[in-house]
């Protein structure tokens, strides 16, 4: 089971969210190409270390956030508001620190 | 090498202590080159490689897996076969591979245990009514065999059902001919087969890398040095991605976890295949006696092969309220595996943008059943290089050109 912090309720069970895709996927504007669209649409980085992920807390405040996950060892690295600005990693943080 | 198995060598070796059967398969160092390399070591890589060898003009063939053979997916999944799917392109695809299944055990001297018990997909409701009869007339239609059952007719069949309760049993689809089949002896048959005609199985030899010159590619690298190729074929399913990455190309792919469980062994209570598309779940039971239950994937991505607590409860309580019987057995063990899904729940079978690299994915919840058919139309693809009828529909480029062979709702969930 994740616990997952979310930003405005705090740390909750899994159960209470919805995972829904990768974070940051910008939404082309209409007029590219086939490529670009179907990449938009049905291409994933997959990431296998650390990630942000978009979800929702359904069974709370019902409000979409990111979370940043490790998707090898399910560790939880923190969550951020949409619009905040984008917090490093923690792989990026370890290493500015260690610089 | 263990040579031909039968009934009067058994009776030979049980004479003196079974001492000489030998290994199965031959453990080969990496050549410097190959006419064919297949990338990953599960039942479809493993089956590539054993039709190239058998049925096609190509040379000498490799199968590199990173850890050891059939300890993927293959080993994790829930050995459904069935072939009843929605549209006609699925239907020839998987009905392929079914007939292959059926003669697969004297084809490869080896016993995969395919045991056709029939698959039965349960509907509870007006609209799953409508919705599971279209799909059982359309698979009539194209000459795959399906029947629809009243709930008395299931009750017979499956007499540990409740028809009566949270999720009232409305009817069926049902499939005589699908079934289950032993997953290790698919790996392990295959592997014997190929090796036995000369193939190269390398395991715990890792691909990091490809050499691609002029948008070709010529060789790979890997944890035990570098080997040149002239076709590669990537059957490595939860890792697509990342290969795909090495070679500079991306997949139209979400890797999830997709968790299974058995339960402790029990005497036999159950002849066939129980799917349900409406609660997530299905059940069936192995001839070690175990129930065997699955459901819907986890919705992160995620390469962890551990899932949520969320999957557990859910499932289960789908399926002790459809056999109430089972409501205080033991869970014996629970798993998880990475799978490759498609947004339009079918596989990738096909040309990826370098030339000579052909990638064999996509197969996501429920590649098992179609091991022998996409080993067999990959082989003859690569060795082609043109993707045969059958598995011409499935190239990445449906994604881009909008033709999709959209199988979310036949396939639903429950594979």
């Keep these: 089971m994740l616990y997952i912090p979310c930003p405005w309720c705090g740390e909750r069970e899994e159960l209470e969210f919805h995972y829904h895709d990768e974070g940051h996927i910008v939404r082309p504007d209409v007029s590219v190409g086939d490529g670009e669209w179907s990449s938009y649409l049905y291409e994933r980085e997959n990431v296998e270390g650390w990630q942000r992920d978009l979800w929702s807390h359904d069974a709370g405040c019902r409000r979409y956030f990111y979370v940043l996950r490790h998707s090898v060892t399910d560790e939880i690295g923190g969550a951020y508001k949409v619009g905040e600005k984008l917090p490093p990693l923690p792989v990026e943080a370890e290493r500015e620190m260690g610089s | ?415």
Excluded at chain 2, 33 to 47: C, F, K, S, T
Excluded at chain 2, 113 to 133: C, N, P, W
């Design chain 2, 1 to 415: 090498m263990s040579g031909h198995f039968s009934g009067l060598r058994l009776a030979y070796e049980s004479l003196r202590g079974h001492t000489g059967w030998g290994r199965q398969w031959g453990s080969s160092e990496l050549g410097d080159e190959y006419d064919v390399v297949i990338v990953g070591g599960g039942g479809h890589g493993l089956a590539t490689a054993y039709y190239l060898a058998s049925e096609c003009d190509v040379g000498r063939i490799a199968v590199l897996e990173k850890g050891w053979l059939g300890g993927g997916n293959t080993a994790r999944n829930t050995t459904i076969v069935r072939s009843n799917y929605l549209w006609d392109k699925s239907l020839a695809l998987y009905d392929h591979a079914v007939k292959m299944w059926e003669g697969l055990s004297r084809e490869l001297n080896y016993n995969v245990m395919f045991s056709q018990r029939g698959v039965l997909h349960v509907a509870h409701d007006e609209g799953d009514i409508r919705l599971s009869r279209r799909r059982c007339n359309s698979i009539r239609a194209a000459g795959v065999d399906s029947e629809w059952l009243s709930p008395e007719e299931v009750k017979e069949l499956v007499p540990i059902i409740n028809l009566h309760g949270r999720f009232p049993i409305m009817g069926g689809v049902f499939q005589p001919r699908g079934g289950v089949a032993r997953h290790d002896a698919v790996a392990w048959g295959y592997a014997r087969a190929a090796s036995g005609l000369g193939v190269d199985i390398i395991e715990n030899c890792e691909v990091t890398g490809f050499d691609v010159k002029r948008g070709k590619v010529v060789g790979l690298e890997t944890s035990r040095g570098k080997v040149k190729a002239k076709k590669v074929g990537l059957v490595v399913a939860g890792h697509s991605s990342r290969l795909a990455e090495l070679a500079g190309f991306r997949l139209p792919l979400m890797m999830n976890t997709l968790q299974a469980l058995v339960s402790e062994p029990v005497k036999p209570m159950l002849s066939t295949v129980v799917m349900s598309n409406g609660v997530h779940g299905y059940m069936s039971q192995s001839d070690k006696g175990e129930l065997v239950i699955g459901g819907g994937t986890d919705l992160p991505v995620s390469y962890s092969r551990r899932g949520g607590e969320g999957w557990f409860s859910s499932t289960t309580a789908s399926i002790v309220e459809l056999f109430p019987c089972i409501r205080r057995m033991r869970v014996l063990r629970m798993w998880g595996g990475t799978v490759d899904v498609t947004k339009d729940r079918s596989p990738i079978l096909g040309k990826t943008p370098v030339e000579n690299l052909y990638v064999n994915c996509g197969w996501g919840t429920g590649g098992f059943k179609a091991t022998p058919g996409s080993g067999h139309l990959f082989a003859h693809s690569i060795s082609r290089g043109e993707m045969v009828e059958k598995a011409a529909p499935f190239g990445m480029e449906r994604f881009r050109e909008g033709c999709l062979v959209d199988e979310g709702a036949a396939s639903g969930v429950a594979h």
